[in-house]
């Protein structure tokens, strides 16, 4: 009877196991088709209100750098090369910076400093873009003004990138500003990839000789780089959708300069400062198709990135 009984109870309890999986995956579908839908709304949203602008300016609305909303004629130039030199400085800074603090943190700190400093960093990723904006225009745009543009047209002013007036607001002083607040992304998620290596492979170079930087270097940083490269990449985007604290520092000028030292404009930028004010039917289908470019080259940059972890990954498994 007792074998009878759990012969009956073994199918049961089998297809209770089965409707559970068929909910849990039914669950986790409609949460990953909100996640497209979501996706699918936003660019709708952005193609259908910006469909005037698109109409009357067609392809050349990406390779005209006139933006004038009195004859609505609109070019989308100037608010591209602003924001992609900006997000190039922030880089150029916040990544040295930041994989370097990762690893002072995750290898080298003691466990009390490294927790301290890390909280610290957290709390500086969760201020708010209008605070760091005004930071930037009481303390880095004088400073700029006064020392720092100065001091880089004198020693590098015969480069085309370091010349013409120093106003202390301009593309420079927005890529550093963005750099301070991108830093702290990377920081966090790269020290958490180092943190995931192995001990093992910690242990295994160590053994082999290796001092405590060859180990680092060599071993924990390649081994968590896929991590690394996704930290730099949320930063990237962070960079490229900003908006409060470019807004206040960029200088809000419509044009293309060489110098890194001369305002600029952004694509945030400009939807922030000229959305409220828009009129007509033209002007505001201008800003938001701005948005929509804004949006299609985070996704190109994303996609990007995503092929360059895929091949990077498939490399290092060729070597293995």
Known sequence: MATQTAVRVQPATKRSSQTGDTVAR?????????????AVIL?????????????????????????????????????????VVTSILALLVSVPLGLGAAI???????????????????????????????LAIFTLVPLMRSYGEPFLKKTLGFLPFFQGPAFGVGFLTAGLI???????????????????????????????????????????????????????FLALARALGETMAVTMVIGNDPSIHASLLAPGYSIAAVIANEFTEATGEVYPAALVELGLVLFCLTIVLNALARLMILATTKKGSRRN
């Open 43 to 83: 660019v709708f949203e952005l193609w259908k209100g910006s469909g005037p602008a698109r109409h009357k300016s067609g392809w050349g609305f990406l390779f005209s750098s006139e933006w004038n909303p009195v004859t609505e004629k609109f070019g989308a130039l100037p608010f591209i090369y602003g924001t």
């Open 104 to 134: 002072f943190l995750s290898e080298l700190a003691p466990a009390g400093i490294s927790n301290a400093l890390t909280f610290l960093v957290e709390l500086l990723a969760a201020i708010p873009s209008v605070i760091y904006g005004l």
């Open 178 to 232: 963005l750099a301070v607040m991108t830093f702290p992304f990377i920081i966090s998620v790269s020290r958490e990839s180092l943190l995931a290596v192995p001990r093992d492979q910690r242990e295994a170079a160590l053994a082999l000789g290796a001092t405590r930087w060859e180990m680092t270097s060599q071993v924990v940083v390649p081994y968590a780089k896929l991590g690394i490269l996704g930290s730099i």
């Open 26 to 38: 039914l669950v986790t579908l409609v949460f990953a088709a909100t996640v497209l839908l979501i």
